[in-house]
């Protein structure tokens, strides 16, 4: 009986205007955050497909097959791209399951929620994905993959660093008084840092719903499971990092308990008072 009551709670809460709500400015979110950076992987660079001038001469060899971009530009158009959704989207906005995983481990966020967010930002990834699919023909190259020479080991403390530096950004943008507009560019600033770092070794993941994507839509899943242990190992650990070094938040287990208590509403007077409103 507890447990169905429970349940009916956090059915209440899931189904609540607020939570579905930020379910669907996820989803757009991502989806558009991703269709403009995965766009710029996708572009046309490669000089041998122009057509050749008085001064230059014949492309030798075939066509090249694909789509090539410059790195620079990708990482660019990533961080300008994340920079503008949160901006426009608003700053709430998580846009990526690693930062919803270490909201929901710090107590930010309630787990339900965080793993609904997560499915808004997954379908987000697969969405712009398709439409990419639809508009250019493959997405391919989109797909994130381990350079040559990289091991799998070392891809995934690549994936961690940069989610770590990330997430830990993130999480002091949302203690700090910062301005409205500094938010979006200091969180753009570091996933453009982290595309920097790691796109000429894994093609920078950093963001679970950012390898889903592509991968679902071309059923390409070779290694994809380093573009998840990676960012979620690097989120759990910007979470205890963050919140037991940089700024504790805890002085003792009792302070934890009393906020855990308080965020899925289990102190005798809060249940009441919320099982009291069930029909």
Known sequence: MFVSRCLRLVLRDILSQSCLHHFLLEFVGTALFLFASLSAVLIKADLRLTAPTNH????????????????????????LSVAMVALTVGGAVHLNPAVS????????????????????????????????????????????????????????????????????????????????????????LTVSLGHLVAVGATGCGMNPARSFGPAAVTLNFRNHWVFWAGPILGACLAALLNDLLLRPRWRCPGDWWAELKQLYVLTDKQQQGALSQLP
């Open 101 to 188: 995983i270490a909201m929901a481990l710090t107590l930010r966020l309630r787990l339900w929620r965080a793993a609904l967010y997560v499915i808004g930002q997954l379908l987000g990834g697969v969405a712009s994905a398709a439409l990419l699919l639809g508009l250019m023909g493959d997405v391919a190259p989109a797909v994130n993959q381990l350079a040559s020479g990289v091991q799998l080991h070392q891809a995934v403390t690549v994936e961690t660093l940069i989610t770590l530096q990330l997430v830990l950004v993130v999480m002091v943008t949302t203690e700090l008084p910062l301005p409205e507009v500094a938010t979006p560019l200091l969180v753009g």
């Open 56 to 79: 230059s001469r014949p492309p030798e060899g075939p066509p090249p097959s694909g789509f090539v971009a410059c790195p620079l530009q990708v990482v660019l158009v990533f961080g």
